[in-house]
């Protein structure tokens, strides 16, 4: 029909980043990682505890739990910095997070979509620190290093970003586009015009 009230998501995007073959390549891979760096802990009868922090994750972790090969428990946090903007804001709000009783002597596993400035991870690890964990790593999807401002590091990582604004497999712009198949590159018009 030609009363289309919506642009296709797929016309705002200026370049495929990683297509969903690669997506799946690169979640197996991590899968692989995680399972191997994981499995002597907890077949010494220690609890992996996998958080999604929400809700750029939320596509991303779903695929990569099935891909870890072990027992383990899902747990979510939710922390923004982003309004409708390209540009972090650097003040983070954490609305959820595990209660220290879940935490406690646990193996945690942050699951990150994006690693940009840094200040939202640093957030969220200051709040799981000094809980009683048993430790606490984390796994990003993609991670862009020559934006960061705070001291952080995956331990576990898909794929470098460019330090262009990304979408889709659960990252958004102004809560549009988490649900595209494929990481794209936004089109700077659609955010600057
Ligand atoms: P940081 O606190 O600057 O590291 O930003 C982390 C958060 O900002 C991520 O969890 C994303 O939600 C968001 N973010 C950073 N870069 C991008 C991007 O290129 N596209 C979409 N969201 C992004
Ligand atoms: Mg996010």
Do not use: W
Not at 31 to 57: D, F, H, P, Q, W
Not at 79 to 104: H, M, N, W
Not at 177 to 184: A, D, E, H, P, Q
Request: aromatic share 6%.
């Amino acid at each position: 029909m030609s009363d289309m009230r919506y642009t296709p998501m797929d016309e705002d995007v200026s370049e495929v980043l990683i297509n969903e073959e690669e997506l799946r390549l690169i979640v197996a891979r991590l899968g692989r990682e995680i399972t191997n760096a994981y499995r002597a802990a907890v077949e010494a009868g220690e609890r992996l505890m996998v958080v999604c922090v929400l809700k750029g994750s939320v596509i991303f972790f779903s695929d990569l739990v099935r891909e870890i090969d072990l027992p383990l428990e899902l747990s979510f946090m939710q922390a923004s910095s982003y309004g409708k903007s390209t540009v972090s804001g650097g003040v983070v709000e954490i609305r959820l997070a595990p209660t220290d009783a879940q935490l406690k002597d646990a193996h945690v596993l942050i699951i990150e979509d994006i690693l940009d400035t840094g200040h939202t991870m640093h957030k969220v690890q200051s709040v799981l620190a000094d809980k009683g964990t048993k430790s606490v790593r984390l796994c990003t999807l993609l991670d862009k290093p020559s934006r960061r401002q705070a001291p952080i590091k995956a331990d576990f990582s898909g794929k470098e970003a460019p330090d262009l604004f990304v979408i889709g497999y659960g990252l958004d712009y102004g809560e549009k586009y988490r649900n595209l198949k494929y990481v794209g590159v936004l089109k700077p018009e659609v955010y600057e015009g």
